[in-house]
């Protein structure tokens, strides 16, 4: 069975950081892109990044470049969101999701709250 | 505002059958594939089409997908109460070279 663990959320300052991770499980985590996606709440889903199999190539949403870095060790069956420069509007439940264009499995979910 | 335009509401009877819309253009649903996921409240989404029209094993043949142009479509017969939820397409859209979803739709069951 797939599973999908985030951890690493919680409550921010604007300005701070923050680093999720997602243990992956279940699966030949080498074999698969993934992606972090998240919902603020009462909103819709907001892609935020994904990462090719092997880490060579990562993308971001236009609103968290230049802050967030998305990365990966297969080793470990891990992939991580490292939140920089946090605002309130990056406010969500930040999902870690199977692939890189469809998601096929997903996480349940971390809460990061940016307030001060 | 989303890149893929969703109806935010659809509602039907149960046991009819109901189709939720998703608009883009062409880079993104005109040259990517489609996804569709489903959504209870409180829960992560979960994958109900891929590649335009392809199923899960798990998911019941009552749930159908397709794709014309830049415009893809979700379709759901025998309608239960059981799936009253949040819709949702997503693509990849080569232009922004970022994935997007719609905005979601909300399916009542009357």
């Known amino acids: 069975e797939v599973q999908l663990v985030e951890s690493g959320g919680g409550l921010v300052q604007p300005g701070g950081s923050l680093r999720l991770s997602c243990a992956a499980s279940?699966?030949?985590?080498?074999?698969?892109?993934m992606s972090w996606v998240r919902q603020a709440p009462g909103k819709g889903l907001e892609w935020v990044a994904n990462i090719k199999k092997d880490g060579s190539e990562k993308y971001y949403v236009d609103s968290v470049k230049g802050r967030f870095s998305i990365s990966r060790d297969n080793a470990k069956n891990s992939l991580y969101l490292q939140m920089n420069n946090v605002r309130a509007e990056d406010t969500a439940v930040y999902y870690c999701?199977?692939?890189?264009?469809?998601?096929?499995?997903w996480g349940q979910g971390t809460l990061v709250t940016v307030s001060s | 505002q989303s890149v893929l335009t969703q109806p935010p509401s659809v509602s039907a009877a149960p046991g009819q059958k109901v189709t939720i819309s998703c608009s883009g253009r062409s880079s993104n649903i005109g040259n990517n594939y489609v996804s569709w996921y489903q959504q209870f409240p409180g829960t992560a989404p979960k994958l109900l089409i891929y590649?335009?029209?392809k199923r899960p094993s798990v998911i019941p043949d009552r749930f159908s997908g397709s794709k014309s142009g830049t415009s893809a479509t979700l379709g759901i017969t025998g309608l239960q109460t059981g799936d009253e939820a949040d819709y949702y397409c997503g693509t990849w859209d080569s232009s922004l070279s970022a994935g997007v979803f719609g905005g979601g739709t909300k399916l009542t069951v009357l």
């Open positions: 590649e335009n029209d």
């Open positions: 279940g699966l030949t985590f080498s074999d698969y892109g």
């Open positions: 999701a199977r692939g890189a264009k469809s998601f096929g499995y």
